[in-house]
C-alpha cells in the first residue's frame, strides 16, 4: 500500500494569557466578599495557627524548660530539701549563737524560706528568727500531711514569734522550716496555688491560691494538663509532695503573647487578602474568557475543522471527527485545549457541543445522504449528557433532518468518569437510539473492561501517548498488544489516534486495529476541503483510490 503524505497546515497557536479578551468578571460586590472573606478568614487561620502552636509546643516546652511557675517551685523545693541538708550539717552546739547565725544564713538567702527552727521531742528550742523559744509542736494541732519521708506538713499556723501571719511549717528530723504561703504571681499573671498531695489516699489539699481540681495522679504525671482552653503546668516535690500549680488561660496567653499573636493575625491577613486576589483575578480571567467565548459563538469565530478517519484494513476514509476551532477577528487562533476546559467548568460547554451538532449536521449533510457509512464524530463531555439542550439538539438537528443516528459517533473523553446514573442511563439510551458511543483518549483515564461494557462502547479511540510509545521500550508500548486483544474480546473496534509516522501505522495494521486518525493522513480541514476532496477523490481521498471505494464503514458489526 502507497500511503501518500500529507503536508501539514502550520497552526500558530497563541497563548491564551496574552490574548486582549477583556470582558465582564467579578461584580464590585463580590469583589469586595471575597476580599473581606480573605482578610477575616486569614486573621482566623492566623489566630487559630497561634493558639494551637501556643497550646501544643510553645506552652509545653516553656514548662518543660522551667516556665513562669515551675522555675518557682523548683527553686523552693531545691531550698527546702537544700535548707534541710546544710541544717542537718550545722557542727555548731544546737541553739548556739553560731548555730543561730548559720541557720539565719541559711534563711537569708533563700526566697521562700522564712524562718528556720530546731527541736526536741514536741518542743521547739530556738529559730533562726526569734532566737532561744519553748514552743510546743502541739500547739500547732495535728499535722495536715505526714510524707513517707517522715516530713511533717502543717498550714496556717501562727507562730509566738510572727503573730498575725500564718505560716507553712514543713518538718524533718530536728528541724522545721517556714514557708512563705505567698500565692506567687507567674510571669503571665496567673495565679499559682500551692497544694499538698497524699499519694496514699489521693487526697489533694489546696493550701494556697485558687483551688486546683485536679486529681493526685494528674498532679504527680509531671506534664501539662490541657483543660478545655485552660493549660494546666504542676510541679511537685515528691520529697514532700507539696505541688506548685499554675492554670493559664486565654487571658494569660494574651498577656504573655499579645505581640506575636497580632503579628502571626497580621501576617494571616495578608496571606488571606493574597490568597482572595489571586482567586478574584483567576476568576475575573475565567469570567472574562468565558464571556468572550459565549460571544464568539454568535460572531462566526467559532467553527468546526474535521479530521478524517481512516480505515487501516482498506485505507478508505470512513468518517471524520469534528474539531472546535476558534478563530479571533485578529486571526489568532485560541487552542481548543485551553477554550474547552474553560468552557468545561460551566454549562457552556453543552452550548459548544450543541454548536458542533448542529454545525456539522448541517456542513457535511451532502456527505452524511451520499456516503451511506460516511460517520461523524461529535466530542461530548459527562455534563452534557444531563443537560436537556443536548438530548434536544439531537433530536432538532439529526433526527429531525432525517439523519440516521448510525452515522453519528458520540466521543466521550476517558479523562473525566462518567460515573452518575442519570449519564450511564442516558448513554445507553443514545446507544439503543442508534448513537455509536466511541471512547476518546482511551487509556488515559478511568476506564476498565466492566466500564466499556456497562457503557455499550461501540469503539475506543486508543490514545495518541500509545502511539507515540510504538518502537520503544517503554510500558505503554507493552500494552498497547493487550489493549488491542482485550477491545477484540470485547467486541469493540479501535481507532488509533495520532498516526504520524509509516512505522506506526505498520504497526497498528499489523497488531489488528481498525481505524487509524492523524497527521500522516491528514490534520483537521474545514468542511468545504473535506466536501471538496470528497467530490474530486483528491486528497485525503487519494489515500483511498488504490482501493476503489472512496468512503468506508467505521464501527462494529458495520
Ligand atoms: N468537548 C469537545 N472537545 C473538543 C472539541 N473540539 C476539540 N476538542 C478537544 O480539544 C482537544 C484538542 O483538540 P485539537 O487541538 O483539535 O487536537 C486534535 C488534533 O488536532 C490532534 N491530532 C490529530 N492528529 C494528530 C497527530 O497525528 N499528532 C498530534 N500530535 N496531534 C494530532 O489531536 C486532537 C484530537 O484529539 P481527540 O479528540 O482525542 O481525538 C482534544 O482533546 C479534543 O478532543 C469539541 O467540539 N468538543
Known sequence: MHWIP????????PNVERTNLSYGGPSLAATLTWLIAGIVDGACVGLIATLLGLYTYILPSL???????????????????????RLEAISADRCS?????????????????RDAAYRQGNVVLCSSGAGQVRVSIDSFGPPLFR??????????????????VKSTIIMKGNFSLMVAPTGQQSRGGSPISTVLVNPLSGAVTTIYGPRVGLSAAALLSHTPIRKGLHII???????SFVCQVQVIGLKEIWREFSLPIVLLVLLGSAIGTGVALFILQAQRRRATFEN???RALGTGEISLEYQPIVDLGSGRVSGA?????W?????????PTAFIACAEQSALITDLTCFAIETASRELRSLLSDEPDFVISINIVSRDLTDPRFLLALETHIVAKGINPRRIALELTERQPIDTPGAMATIRALHAKGYRIYIDDFGTGYSNLAYLGELSVDTIKVDMIFTQSVGSDTIRARLIPSILGMAKDLGISVIVEGIETEEQESYFQLSGANFAQGWRYSASVPAGSLLAFANSNQLPWSLCQNHGRRVGSLGKGV
Open 327 to 335: 478563530t479571533l477577528r485578529s486571526n489568532e487562533k485560541i487552542p
Open 97 to 113: 549563737p553560731d548555730f543561730l547565725a548559720e541557720m539565719r544564713a541559711i534563711v537569708l538567702e533563700s526566697y521562700t524560706i
Open 233 to 239: 503546668f504542676a510541679e511537685c516535690l515528691e520529697s
Open 63 to 85: 514548662h518543660a524548660s522551667g516556665g513562669p511557675s515551675t522555675n518557682r517551685l523548683r527553686l523552693q523545693g531545691g531550698e527546702i530539701q537544700g535548707a534541710f541538708d
Open 321 to 325: 471527527e469534528a474539531l472546535m476551532r
Open 292 to 294: 468572550r467565548l459565549r
Open 6 to 13: 500529507v503536508r501539514l497546515p502550520r497552526l500558530s497557536i
Open 147 to 164: 510524707a513517707v519521708s517522715g516530713a511533717e506538713t502543717w498550714r496556717n499556723v501562727e507562730l509566738p514569734s510572727a503573730p498575725g
